[in-house]
C-alpha cells in the first residue's frame, strides 16, 4: 500500500528536495505541499494524506498549533515534524500538541523515509538527534530520582515496559494474551497515573526510568511503538 504524504514546509527549496528525495522511494506518493500552517491544517483535511510532514517554524502559525488543529480536524492524519529545532521544550510541544514524530532536518535520507513508514504504520518515533535530551527531561534525571512508575499496578507496569522495548498496541495484546481494548483502556489509565499526554511521553519517561531492564528489540534510533 502506497504511503500517501504532504509536504509543509514555508521554504520551496527543502519542499523540493523532499519531493525529489520520497519519488525515488518505492511505497511512498506525495500528494501536496503547504507553505504554512493554515495551508497544511487544510491538506491534511483535504487531501487526507497519511503522513503530515511539516516544520516547526511556518508564516501564518507555527508547525506546533498546526499539529494541534490537525489532531482535532484530522485525527487520522499522522504528523511528522521534520525540523532543526532540537530544544527540549519545542520537542515536548510538538509531542504533546499530536505529533507522532520528531525529525531532524540533518537527518539521512534512510532515516526520514523510516520515520514517514513509522508514523504511517501508527507508530511513533523520535530521531536520535533529539530522544535522549526529552528522555532526560522526562525521566527528570537528578540525584536519587523517585520511581515514577511506582504507583502503577503490576499489569500497567508490564504493559508500560513492553511500550518502552517498542511493541505495538497489538503486539503487546498478544505478548499479553489481551485484548487491544484492554491494553488500549490500561493505557488511558496510566497515562494519568503518569501526567503524560501519550504514547510517546509514556515511552520515552519508562525508558529513562527502566533503562537497560526494559524488554528491547530492533527499533533503530528513537523508535518507539504505538
Known amino acids: 500500500m502506497t504511503i500517501r504524504v504532504v509536504l509543509a514546509d514555508d521554504h520551496p527549496v527543502i519542499r523540493d528536495g523532499l519531493q525529489v528525495l520520497l519519488a525515488s522511494v518505492d511505497g511512498i506518493s506525495v500528494v501536496g505541499v ?12 483535504t487531501l487526507k494524506p497519511d503522513v503530515l510532514v511539516m516544520d516547526i517554524h511556518m508564516p501564518g502559525g507555527d508547525g506546533v498549533t498546526a499539529a494541534q488543529e490537525v489532531a482535532r480536524v484530522a485525527p487520522t492524519v499522522g504528523v511528522l ?18 505529533a507522532a514524530g520528531y525529525v531532524l532536518k540533518g537527518a539521512s535520507q534512510q532515516q526520514i523515509v523510516r520515520a514517514i ?10 530521531g536520535s538527534g533529539v530522544a535522549r535530551p526529552v528522555l532526560d527531561a522526562l ?28 511493541l505495538s498496541t497489538t503486539a503487546i495484546a498478544g505478548r499479553l494474551a489481551l ?26 519517561l519508562a525508558r ?19
Open 179 to 204: 485484548t487491544t481494548k484492554t491494553v488500549n483502556n490500561n493505557l488511558s489509565v496510566v497515562f494519568g497515573k503518569l501526567g503524560v499526554a501519550n504514547r510517546t511521553e509514556a515511552a520515552l
Open 208 to 226: 529513562g526510568v527502566l533503562g537497560s531492564s526494559a524488554p528491547t528489540r530492533d527499533r533503530g534510533p528513537g523508535g518507539f511503538g504505538g
Open 34 to 45: 503547504a507553505a504554512n500552517g493554515p495551508e497544511a491544517v487544510r491538506a491534511a483535511v
Open 139 to 166: 525521566a527528570g534525571r537528578s540525584a536519587a530520582p523517585p520511581d515514577p512508575l511506582a504507583g502503577l499496578t503490576p499489569r500497567e507496569r508490564q504493559i508500560v515496559e513492553l511500550l518502552a522495548s517498542g
Open 81 to 98: 515534524m521534520l525540523t532543526m529545532l532540537d530544544d527540549e521544550e519545542t520537542v515536548r510541544a510538538a509531542v504533546r500538541a499530536g
Open 117 to 126: 513508514e513509522t508514523v504511517a504504520a501508527g507508530d511513533a518515533i523520535l
